[in-house]
């Protein structure tokens, strides 16, 4: 079955800085646009950053500025760095394809919780 692994969450103040990553089965991974989505208690999941096979990216304004997504296309990883972290950024963050119609299974997320 193909797998997607975040990690890399935790606490951090109103302020620092973050930078989860996550794994990618090959295949899936140099197939696809990459993405990182968050969904906070009780709302919607949201797209925070996306990239493209070739390294282009796009954010939505809410984190532009302050995320920062990248992939490591040797160790099938996407990276989402986060600086100026605000407490509205808490989160269960995972990372998908940037295409819904090829979206796999969700992974576990990564727990990021921003307070001080």
């Known amino acids: 079955q193909v797998q997607l692994v975040e990690s890399g969450g935790g606490l951090v103040q109103p302020g620092g800085p973050l930078g989860p990553p996550c794994e990618a089965p090959?295949?899936?991974?140099?197939?696809?646009?990459l993405a990182w989505y968050r969904q906070a208690p009780g709302k919607q999941r949201e797209l925070v950053a996306t990239?493209?096979?070739?390294?282009?990216?796009n954010y939505p304004d809410s984190v532009k500025g302050r995320f920062t997504i990248s992939r490591d296309n040797a160790k099938n990883t996407v990276y989402l760095q986060m600086n100026s972290l605000r407490p509205e950024d808490t989160a269960v963050y995972y990372c998908?394809?940037?295409?819904?119609?090829?979206?796999?299974?969700w992974g576990q997320g990564t727990q990021v919780t921003v307070s001080s």
């Open positions: 998908n394809s940037a295409a819904p119609r090829f979206w796999i299974s």
């Open positions: 090959g295949l899936f991974f140099a197939s696809n646009p």
């Open positions: 990239i493209s096979s070739g390294g282009s990216t």
